[in-house]
């Protein structure tokens, strides 16, 4: 089947909020119940599953021929909405499987990987915590970093999904907690690079942060990877609108070994935020931005306060 496809697309998608209608024991799920100020009910989480099953398979360039083979998702609450999500009826076609680890994460929101195992064929996956502190000392939980590896076209390579900590109480006051999990990630690639100096390493995530920013910076520098979305955000293009200002939390960076056409099975091609008419507001204030599901606790029933980002990888 792998010989039909002329370019692979790997994308990435903060999916806002996936979360079912039960109460869990262990996590602040509270907003995102039947009886909560949000009425997060049956219906609407049905409506959430299948509008995100209408994206999943269009991400990509206009000429792709198949769905991403690979999507990292930020924002997922546990296995029983990832089943529900692959399993749904725009999605179920498609045969995804997925990977997830439940994390500490206050919130109870995890990272997951979806992927066709039929082009994708998976041989190991774990996750990394991020240690962090808060002001009295106590260790303040976050989202864990997944890493899945496995084999595209007959070359080995690894994946790196990130949800970074949140800019809400302020942006340098924060900035400490997204240079902690640029530090973890520059680990685990120094380890995959020791078991292999040629490791092919993608990593993606929601950082939280835009391509200029030192978390982002010091990913690059430090693993020798190359972020393509630094030239893709512009003042009208990126993945989430915030006082009316475009940012590109959401990217997806790629070992420079990608452009290496002599000694590689993958070669790295395009990049861009999936930004497709259908996922934006159509009128008002907000035209052009995401089509969220919420705007605090107001109830729009679109897709995410995100769009996909994705690269395209071709064989050599």
């Known amino acids: 089947m792998n010989n039909n496809i002329d370019a692979y697309t790997i994308a990435f998608y903060n999916i806002e909020n996936l979360f079912d209608i039960k109460k869990a024991p262990l996590t602040n799920d509270r907003d995102f119940l039947p009886t909560s100020q949000k009425r997060w009910t049956l219906k609407r989480y049905q409506n959430k599953l299948m509008k995100l099953g209408t994206v999943i398979p269009k991400i990509g360039n206009e000429d792709s021929k198949i769905a991403p083979v690979i999507i990292g998702l930020a924002e997922v609450e546990n296995q029983n909405v990832l089943s529900d999500l692959v399993n749904s009826k725009n999605l179920i076609d498609e045969n995804y499987k997925f990977i997830h680890f439940d994390s500490l994460d206050e919130r109870g929101i995890d990272v997951a990987l979806l992927y066709k195992p039929d082009i994708f064929k998976v041989r190991h996956s774990e996750t ?4 962090l502190q808060n002001e009295k000392g106590e260790q303040d939980y976050t989202r864990d970093i997944l890493l899945v590896q496995g084999e595209l076209n007959n070359e080995s390579i690894n994946v790196i999904v990130n949800h970074w900590s949140s ?13 902690a999990s640029a530090d973890v990630v520059n680990s685990v690639i120094k380890k995959l690079k020791k078991e292999n100096l ?3 390493i993608i990593v993606m995530g929601d950082f939280n942060d835009n391509p200029n920013c030192n978390s982002l910076l010091l990913l690059e520098e430090e693993s020798d990877l190359f972020n393509p979305f630094k030239t893709v955000w512009s003042r009208d293009n990126g993945s989430l609108s915030h006082n009316f200002q475009w940012n590109l939390f959401d990217q997806i960076l790629v070992s420079t070994n990608f452009f290496d056409t002599y000694n590689s099975n993958l070669v790295y091609s395009d990049a861009k935020v999936f930004n497709s008419k259908f996922l934006t507001q159509f009128d008002g204030k907000y035209k052009g931005q995401p089509f969220r599901t919420f705007v605090g606790k107001k109830y729009k029933g679109g897709y995410s306060d995100h769009f996909p980002v994705f690269i395209e990888l071709k064989p050599s």
């Open 198 to 200: 040629n490791a092919k």
């Open 167 to 179: 800019r809400r109480e302020g942006v340098r006051e924060t900035e400490f907690k997204r240079m």
């Open 128 to 131: 990394f915590s991020v240690y």
